[in-house]
């Protein structure tokens, strides 16, 4: 016991003094003279605290913070946002491509749920719901007749999928209501609205977002319009705000050739990516031309941009929106979402088309209506960029950065046919109405017509525009006749546009709208002119 307590203290010191030999050899982390880190709480947080230890009343702080995070965010760019836990699905929603429904589409253009389209194969058409139907009850609570709102109705019938709702149904010649027990189910949501060829060489595809499903979409439909001898391409983007930064890419892998830069983004704390074509695409010879406006944002400016830049295609329309930042979430702990701005996106040439925005949100997004006011949406000479902006493609075609993307071909807002009396009948919702009206009056007669050229030379001769004279004098409506004169044209199109939608979905509406489509009818020229 004697030898043990002795050798015991000299075990520790060498212990001890081997530990100082490595640690000496150890790599030690960079040292910085007289900087000592400390932790510490941020300021915030010791206000939070001192509200919550000192305040004269009791507060609830989760709410006070819901409030104060969306005001630290307007300091930094109109895109960083902060989505509460109990929005995120629903702003998630329209982007991932599909949710748990019933599978209908419906209006409610009095106080009555119209069933206006049911989705191929969805839980709606399963037990035998069809477009007309009127949603009487719901769960055994009357919702006709009660002026409830839309987004309410949304709210009833949306729920998990495999979970059931049970609707009380009113149906043309049948006196009793009939019941229906619906299971929901994943419905689909699309980002490609149509696609159809304009003629016997041109087809035409619309995206309205830039979706999860939107790559597949889009591929997809180049097969199918490929296979119907399609040899030029005219891309809708006017009116969609963007999106996802992958499902843009992709859609422009379909039209550049292999090794072709599509576009680059570079942050504070992101180290510049650019990102190539990388695959064969579907569609990288034959003509193209892509439709923008001043509603085409981000994920759209992506696209027209690598096309522009690149020399690929010819951009038709209006100036697009301006949006240049990308955003990227994150996730709380509550479940809530930060969507942070943590780069810019570069067009090919090097461009960044963000628009400024150091005078505050509200500015921000007035930026359009100033648009509209200088004359921009109806004379190109009108808008004007600094000579510093200026950018060359390798075709040697002028573009610009620091405010949207300028088309190749500039087309003005169609102001044809706007009158009083079409303002009054627009606003009032009387155009379609008097459409869903007619169609529920003659919707077995109109379901015969499975093409949508067979439908429209019936409908041509069915004297839609005197029958809606008289649908708008019995709404209050009183057209003059010079107003009857220069917006004929324009509200019959419409009329026989929304019947077709109701009809076939939008497969009928945009090769009728495509008459009075003042942009899409100069890129129809502009194809048939070579």
């Not at 609830?60 to 819901?66: A, K, P, R, V, W």
């Not at 319009?225 to 963007?242: A, F, P, Q």
Request: proline fraction near 5%.
């Amino acid at each position: 016991m004697k030898r043990q307590n002795i050798y015991l203290p000299l075990l520790f010191a060498l212990i001890l003094i081997l530990g100082i030999f490595v640690g000496r050899k150890l790599p030690h982390p960079e040292q910085h003279p007289g900087v000592m880190i400390y932790p510490r709480e941020s300021k915030l947080d010791q206000v939070l605290q001192y509200i919550q230890l000192a305040y004269v009343d009791s507060v609830n702080l989760t709410h006070i913070e819901e409030n104060a995070i969306p005001t630290i965010l307007e300091n930094l760019d109109p895109h960083s946002v902060y989505i509460p836990a109990r929005q995120v699905q629903q702003v998630n929603e329209p982007l991932e491509g599909n949710f748990d429904g019933i599978g209908v589409s419906f209006n409610m253009p009095y106080d009555t749920v119209i069933i206006i389209t049911v989705i191929a194969g969805g839980p709606s058409e399963k037990v035998g719901i069809r477009p007309g139907d009127r949603i009487i009850t719901i769960n055994d609570s009357v919702v006709a007749g009660r002026h409830i709102d839309q987004n309410d109705i949304v709210k009833m019938l949306k729920g998990p999928r495999g979970t059931s709702v049970r609707v009380g149904i009113q149906r043309k010649n049948t006196p009793a209501l009939i019941d229906f027990n619906i299971t929901r189910d994943k419905i689909p949501l699309k980002s490609v609205d149509v696609a159809y060829m304009i003629s016997d060489s041109t087809g035409f595809i619309k995206i309205s977002k830039f979706a999860r499903t939107t790559a597949h979409e889009f591929e997809k439909a180049l097969e199918d319009l490929e296979s119907k001898g399609m040899d030029h391409l005219i891309l809708d983007l006017r009116g969609n705000s963007g999106g996802y930064l992958d499902a843009a890419i992709n859609v422009a892998n379909q039209l550049l050739d292999k090794g072709t830069l599509i576009v680059y983004t570079q942050g504070r704390t992101k180290p510049k990516e650019m990102v190539y074509a990388k695959a064969d695409g579907l569609f990288t010879k034959g003509k193209l031309v892509v439709l923008i406006d001043e509603w085409s944002a981000s994920a759209s400016e992506i696209v027209a941009g690598a096309i522009q830049d690149n020399d690929r295609g010819t951009i038709i329309g209006r100036r697009s929106f301006g949006k240049g930042l990308v955003q990227e979430p994150f996730i709380l702990q509550d479940g809530s979402v930060l969507r942070l701005t943590v780069a810019r996106y570069y067009t090919p040439t090097g461009r960044c088309i963000q628009k400024p925005y150091t005078n505050g949100i509200a500015d921000y997004y007035q930026d359009i209506h100033e648009r509209f006011v200088n004359g921009e949406f109806e004379y190109a000479d009108s808008i004007h960029f600094p000579d510093s902006l200026r950018y060359t493609t390798p075709g040697g075609k002028t573009v610009y950065g620091g405010g949207g993307i300028m088309p190749d071909i500039f087309v003005p807002m169609d102001t044809t046919g706007i009158t009083d009396f079409f303002v009054k009948s627009r606003n009032l919702g009387l155009i379609y109405r008097f459409a869903l009206s007619y169609t529920d009056q003659y919707r077995e007669q109109l379901s015969t017509y499975k093409k949508v050229t067979v439908l429209n030379q019936f409908l041509l001769k069915q004297n839609l525009f005197n029958r809606f004279l008289v649908f708008t004098e019995k709404n209050g409506i009183h057209a003059s006749r010079d107003d009857i004169q220069a917006s004929k044209n324009l509200i019959e199109t419409q009329i026989r546009a929304y019947i077709a939608r109701n009809i076939l979905d939008n497969d009928g509406f945009y090769p009728i709208i495509q008459e009075v489509d003042k942009t899409l009818l100069r890129a129809i020229s502009y194809m048939n002119r070579g």
